[in-house]
């Protein structure tokens, strides 16, 4: 059998991690600005990680729902604490496409309507709902297109209304900052006037901080840069540091009623240990002040090279940062890997995304800098 061809790939074979550089098959060290897509949140093979997860797969890796597992509990409180929604209630998944959908299905179950306004340039998953609520028709099959869906404008705070004012608004789903939309940051007027009409007219406000949460943005939630609180919250990426877990954080206006959502896999006791030591290295090392602190440093530095060197805007919130250029960034992106040895991301063709493990320092932020800067000069 032969892998089914879905991803460009680059010619590089990972094979090991360690903080914030990644290995080659050949023994070269790359440094990591792209934590394999946001999801190294603590770091490759942290010690605390590496133990947390090698003693709970000794002990029991699975256990079915139908039973107590106080590591889901144990997860519950802590991440209500560090999270700041102490009264909010947990539901575990695998994926973030898992949560998005999970999400969407409870505001449906809640005020029994099916209409879903969304965000231009927005991406949610790629299962069922979340998918059709992305704003790319060439990933949204003819199965998945028959929910309703309204896609406004970012910021556009009268379209906004204007759609949720016919009243039959399921829900309005945003992400905290959009990612593969090219790092496009709400404003704060924006959110508290969704937040606003969405209270106004019984529609669920569905913030997805699937990769801007976790600390990303120096903040545990982006939107708590903004001062608003949604009425569900979708995690997934950095949430268990590669093992695959989603969540969705509910209000407590929510009645959980049994048989609506259920998961064999979601929550289970591997994944609860890895998510724990996720936060335990998160509070232990003050991973959301270091986020913001050296997504500072880069983003001021970054900056300051905007309008030279083909480089057209650079935006960003602690470490979720991109940086367009006026024409295509491959030939860049690829330089960097391979003559660089660096890991970045991309939004379309003209962006470079930066979503570094939360752990980076200054001393890694000046060397990519050093490294950027060497292949822009090459250009
Ligand atoms: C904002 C956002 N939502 C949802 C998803 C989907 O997550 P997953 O690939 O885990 O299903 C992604 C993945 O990139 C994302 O960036």
Do not use: W
Request: aromatic share 8%; with cysteine.
């Amino acid at each position: 059998m032969k892998l089914f061809d879905v991803y460009p790939l680059f010619d590089v074979n990972i094979v090991k991690g360690k903080g914030c550089r990644t290995y080659d098959d050949k023994g070269n060290e790359y440094l990591d600005l792209y934590g394999g897509h946001a999801v190294i949140s603590v770091g490759h093979a942290h010690p605390h990680y590496v133990e947390a997860v090698s003693t709970q797969v000794a002990q029991l890796g699975f256990y079915s729902n139908s039973v107590i597992n106080t590591l889901q509990q144990d997860l519950a409180k802590k991440l209500g604490e560090i999270c700041g929604y102490p009264d909010y209630q947990l539901f575990l998944i695998n994926s973030g496409a898992e949560a998005n959908e999970n999400a969407l299905k409870l505001s449906s179950f809640f005020n029994g309507r099916r209409k879903i306004v969304a965000v231009q340039k927005a991406f949610h998953g790629r299962t069922s709902a979340a998918v059709r609520v992305t704003d790319n028709p060439k990933i949204i099959a003819p199965i998945n297109d028959n929910l309703p869906v309204e896609y406004v404008p970012l910021n556009d705070i009268e379209a906004m209304k204007k759609s949720l004012s016919s009243g039959d608004v399921c829900a309005l789903i945003m992400e905290g900052v959009q990612g593969v939309g090219g790092i496009q940051i709400s404003t704060k007027e924006y959110l508290s006037a969704v937040r606003e009409e969405c209270s106004k007219h019984n529609t669920v406000f569905i913030m997805d901080e699937i990769q801007s949460g976790y600390g990303r943005t120096g903040k545990f939630f982006a939107h708590q840069h903004f001062g608003v609180s949604p009425d569900i919250i979708t995690v997934a990426k950095g949430i268990a540091n590669g093992f695959p877990m989603g969540g969705v954080l509910i209000s407590p206006k929510f009645t959980p009623v049994y048989g609506q959502l259920g998961t064999t896999f979601g929550g289970n006791h591997l994944a609860c240990a890895a998510a724990l030591a996720v936060l335990d290295i998160i509070k232990e090392e003050k991973l959301v002040e270091n986020a913001a602190k050296v997504g500072g440093f880069l983003l001021s530095e970054l900056k300051k090279m905007q309008g030279t060197k083909g480089i057209k805007e650079v935006r960003g919130l602690g470490l979720m940062i991109g940086i367009e250029f006026e024409e295509s960034a491959k030939e860049i992106r690829r330089q960097l890997l391979f003559d660089e040895k660096v890991f970045t991301g991309a939004s379309g063709e003209k962006v470079i995304r930066l979503l570094p493990p939360l752990c980076l320092s200054i001393e890694d932020a000046k060397l990519f800098l050093e490294r950027f800067s060497s292949v822009l000069n090459k250009a």
